[in-house]
């Protein structure tokens, strides 16, 4: 049976712990919780006990009455240091809610706290999901603790967007569902779920990410919508999923995803550039940045004054990227496109483009749909082939990059490299 830790630090989303602590062992792992001491300001020890039937550790300097164990497990003869204990004997330790302060102390292996001092001695994966107000989260000092964590491999758990604990306000910092929660620790568990198994080991992935702009003069540019979140989704599932991937960001504002290699460009032929360099190594091919399909045909070195008459823009295609790269394509690529359509008739339109395109397969997204893509967390899309569709119900945009990289696998599987 799994043992998983749960750390929980001092923040509204508590709450969401406890429902956590529910699924996880609905599901058959054996559950550990920790608490700091602002944590018990939020949620009590007494309702994890309830639903755990095990005792929480609130400090690093009391005895542990189960001796380091989890539910189920034998005592030992012993009376061990509870908190090296507990995670000698943890598969994975995720810390949620992960206030900024708690962040703050990880990254400088501060060992305060129970959950700290055991955070440190933990050699299991650990995970990270941060909750706090969109403010803190976006503040320098945060950014930067989360930075040195992924790149000491700590996977963290992107927060989700939406409304925030304080009234009113809106942004990103809120604890992803529970249910999320315990996916990505049972992805870091391995098991029977495919992404620990590694089933793109040994594969090169290459996703691209954003929306380019095309430089009007120095200060103004054609742009679109995209946030690149879709394709950060896809980078960071293909990357814990065992694959060697490359993401090229347009004009992201995400932090990268552990393990990921990134290439920021700005302009459709900046990522044009960037695509034909590491397209021709790569097995898969996950082009779901919106390049701008136009550029002014002069781009002015000094800044537009203010016209009284107006002005007009000449503007010229861009190269259509994707139909290039496929069109060179060598045996064994897989090229996957992205096709964001407003309402009417989509499927026929992406499944057009899916044939222009020369591709395998087409995500396509209805944009007209409130609350999915562009800059949301969640999305819906379709998957189509040149003879299926398969719909995928709305869900957080890393549990959609999985079904298309379960997708991607299925499709290399049936027409096996020559
Ligand atoms: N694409 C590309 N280069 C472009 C435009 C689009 O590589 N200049 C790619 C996108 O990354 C996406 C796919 O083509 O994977 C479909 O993009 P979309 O904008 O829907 O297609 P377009 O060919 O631009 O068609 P339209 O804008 O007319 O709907």
Same mark, same amino acid.
């Given at each position: 049976?799994?043992?998983?830790?749960?750390?929980?630090?001092?923040?509204?989303?508590?709450?969401?712990?406890?429902?956590?602590?529910?699924?996880?062992?609905?599901?058959?792992? @054996?559950?550990?919780?920790?608490?700091?001491?602002?944590?018990?300001? *939020?949620?009590?020890?007494?309702? *994890?006990?309830?639903?755990?039937?095990?005792?929480? +550790?609130?400090?690093?300097?009391?005895?542990?009455?189960?001796?380091?164990?989890?539910?189920?497990?034998?005592?030992?003869?012993?009376?061990?240091?509870?908190?090296?204990?507990?995670?000698?004997?943890?598969?994975?330790?995720?810390?949620?809610?992960?206030?900024?302060?708690?962040?703050?102390?990880?990254?400088?292996?501060?060992?305060? @706290?129970?959950?700290?001092? @055991?955070?440190?001695?933990?050699?299991?994966?650990?995970?990270?999901?941060?909750?706090?107000?969109?403010?803190?989260?976006?503040?320098?000092?945060?950014?930067?603790? +989360?930075?040195?964590?992924?790149?000491?491999? !700590?996977?963290?758990?992107?927060?989700?967007?939406? @409304?925030?604990?304080?009234?009113?306000?809106?942004?990103?910092?809120?604890?992803?569902?529970?249910?999320?929660?315990?996916?990505?620790?049972?992805?870091?568990?391995? #098991?029977?779920?495919?992404?620990?198994?590694?089933?793109?080991?040994?594969?090169?992935?290459?996703?691209?990410?954003?929306?380019?702009?095309?430089?009007? =003069?120095?200060?103004?540019?054609?742009?679109?919508?995209?946030?690149?979140?879709? #394709?950060?989704?896809?980078?960071?599932?293909?990357?814990?999923?065992?694959?060697?991937?490359?993401?090229?960001?347009?004009?992201?504002?995400?932090?990268?995803?552990?393990?990921?290699?990134?290439?920021?460009?700005?302009?459709?032929?900046?990522?044009?550039?960037?695509?034909?360099?590491?397209?021709?190594?790569?097995?898969?091919?996950?082009?779901?940045?919106?390049?701008?399909?136009?550029?002014?045909?002069?781009?002015?070195?000094?800044?537009?004054?203010?016209?009284?008459?107006?002005?007009?823009?000449?503007?010229?295609?861009?190269?259509?990227?994707?139909?290039?790269?496929?069109?060179?394509?060598?045996?064994?690529?897989?090229?996957?496109?992205?096709?964001?359509?407003?309402?009417?008739?989509?499927?026929?339109?992406?499944?057009?483009?899916?044939?222009?395109?020369?591709?395998?397969?087409?995500?396509?997204?209805?944009?007209?749909?409130?609350? !999915?893509?562009? =800059?949301?967390?969640?999305?819906?899309?379709?998957?189509?082939?040149?003879?299926?569709?398969?719909?995928?119900?709305?869900?957080?945009?890393?549990? !959609?990059?999985?079904?298309?990289?379960?997708?991607?696998?299925?499709?290399?599987?049936?027409?096996?490299?020559?």
């Amino acid at each position: 049976m799994p043992k998983i830790l749960l750390g929980v630090s001092g923040g509204i989303a508590a709450y969401k712990a406890v429902e956590f602590v529910r699924l996880a062992t609905a599901a058959g792992h @054996s559950v550990r919780v920790l608490m700091t001491a602002s944590a018990r300001k *939020f949620v009590g020890p007494d309702t *994890f006990e309830g639903i755990l039937g095990a005792p929480v +550790l609130t400090s690093e300097f009391e005895r542990d009455p189960m001796r380091g164990t989890f539910p189920g497990d034998e005592l030992p003869e012993h009376d061990p240091i509870g908190h090296l204990a507990v995670v000698e004997s943890a598969d994975a330790y995720l810390i949620a809610p992960a206030s900024a302060n708690t962040l703050a102390k990880l990254a400088t292996g501060q060992a305060d @706290s129970i959950v700290t001092t @055991s955070f440190l001695a933990c050699e299991a994966p650990r995970l990270v999901a941060p909750a706090m107000n969109n403010r803190m989260y976006e503040d320098a000092a945060t950014q930067e603790n +989360l930075a040195t964590l992924r790149a000491r491999g !700590i996977d963290v758990i992107e927060p989700d967007e939406g @409304s925030l604990a304080s009234k009113g306000e809106q942004g990103v910092g809120r604890l992803p569902d529970p249910a999320e929660l315990l996916r990505r620790v049972e992805s870091a568990l391995g #098991g029977e779920d495919s992404a620990a198994a590694g089933d793109l080991s040994g594969l090169k992935v290459l996703v691209t990410a954003g929306g380019t702009r095309e430089p009007i =003069d120095p200060v103004r540019y054609i742009g679109n919508r995209s946030s690149g979140r879709m #394709g950060f989704a896809l980078a960071e599932r293909a990357a814990a999923r065992g694959a060697e991937v490359t993401v090229i960001a347009a004009n992201v504002s995400l932090a990268t995803p552990t393990r990921v290699t990134r290439v920021d460009v700005q302009t459709t032929a900046e990522l044009s550039a960037a695509c034909f360099t590491r397209f021709p190594e790569s097995d898969v091919l996950l082009m779901s940045a919106a390049p701008a399909d136009f550029r002014p045909l002069v781009r002015s070195e000094t800044k537009l004054t203010r016209a009284t008459e107006g002005i007009s823009l000449d503007l010229e295609p861009t190269d259509d990227i994707l139909a290039a790269l496929s069109a060179n394509r060598g045996p064994g690529q897989t090229v996957i496109g992205f096709a964001a359509e407003h309402g009417g008739d989509a499927e026929t339109r992406a499944s057009g483009k899916l044939e222009r395109k020369g591709l395998d397969l087409i995500v396509l997204n209805d944009v007209s749909k409130e609350g !999915i893509g562009f =800059d949301s967390t969640e999305n819906a899309v379709a998957l189509i082939t040149a003879d299926t569709l398969e719909e995928v119900e709305r869900a957080a945009k890393t549990v !959609i990059a999985d079904r298309i990289l379960d997708r991607a696998i299925k499709l290399r599987q049936d027409e096996p490299v020559p």
